[in-house]
């Protein structure tokens, strides 16, 4: 077997695309969509008549909503798992907001003849995400937190109950080689994969059932590096270079007997975990923004 067959006997392998050609290719068992990805779909000849329908509605803000969960529909018929969908970044920190356009986006699906047992709602890792992420897990709607970037923050969307997480491997690697001035890290030193790791390891010995999910990979050696993790999200050209990789691909993470317990995070433990994690901090910061920025492309596109 290649590293890609290989992965998938020990991982849950998601599809961090929403280029049909290359789902059907790599067969993953989820995918997910952020803004950046729905509008890089956008431009492909395979959602032309979705973006002209999309655009003839004259309403930017509707017009979002429904190219994202038309582009999503599709996508729940290549994977037999989750599509990840996700709420505008600009409501990041409005709880109330996100969980009404969780809401409206899970309606929409229906609509199309997609059930909420097929789609993860995407939310950052504010407080209030996690907050909103509460209350939706509560009305039986899953939710995918994202733009993970320390143990608080993972911590937090366990506690909220949250389904799944996403810590961002190669964005962390990215902020500490321009902090420490390093081209590379030996695989084993490098922070995006021992971030992951220590939220691994953590959640199994403490029991927490929430889904680890290592996302935003810079190389194959970073995913091979976190084999056995809960889930990976991969890009097309990563599953590509895993599945000419003929090597041997050892199993790195495996379940631990939980026990440990640990109190509730509050928000004052929260908002201080970030405050005093430079990394943490610009990073949630820069994601939202660039998630909001293609955003604004979309509707530009959508305009035009």
């Known amino acids: ?14 599809a961090d695309t929403g280029d049909l050609d290359a789902i059907r290719q790599y067969q993953p068992q989820d995918c997910t969509t952020n803004p950046s990805l729905i509008l890089k779909a956008a431009s492909l000849s395979g959602y032309a008549h979705l ?3 999309a655009r003839a509605m004259g309403d930017v803000e509707a ?22 969908t996700e709420v505008d970044a600009r409501l990041s920190f409005d709880a109330d907001a996100m969980v009404t356009k969780a809401r409206h986006l899970i309606d929409l699906y229906a609509q199309q003849g997609v059930g ?26 899953h939710c995918n937190l ?6 608080a923050q993972a911590i937090a969307a366990a506690q909220a109950g949250a389904y799944l997480l996403s810590p961002f491997v190669g964005r962390i690697t990215d902020w500490y080689k321009k902090a420490e001035g390093k081209d590379s890290y030996p695989v084993d030193e490098d922070p995006g994969v021992k971030s992951v790791r220590e939220i691994y ?37 990563l599953l590509g270079e895993l599945a000419a990789d003929e090597g041997k691909l050892e199993r790195v993470l495996s379940p631990e007997s939980a026990t ?10 929260f908002r201080w975990a970030l405050a005093s994690d430079p990394m943490a901090t610009e990073k949630l910061a820069e994601g939202i923004r660039g998630f909001h920025a293609d955003t604004e492309k979309l509707r530009a596109l959508l305009r035009g």
């Open 260 to 269: 440990q317990t640990e109190p509730t995070l509050t928000e004052a433990d």
């Open 51 to 53: 973006l002209e329908e």
């Open 63 to 84: 017009a979002i909503d429904f190219l994202t969960v038309r582009i999503g529909t599709e996508l729940t018929k290549l994977v037999p798992g989750y599509v990840s």
């Open 116 to 141: 909420k047992d097929r789609i993860l709602i995407k939310l950052a890792t504010t407080w209030e995400g996690v907050q909103a992420a509460r209350v939706l897990e509560e009305g039986g709607i």
């Open 1 to 14: 077997m290649n590293a890609l067959e290989q992965l998938k006997q020990m991982t849950v392998v998601v």
């Open 201 to 237: 390891h953590h959640f199994k010995s403490h029991g927490y059932e929430t889904i680890v999910m290592g996302a935003s990979f810079r190389s194959a050696e970073q995913v091979k590096a976190l084999a056995g993790c809960d889930r990976l999200t991969v890009s097309p050209q």
């Open 146 to 151: 994202t733009l993970v970037f320390n143990l």
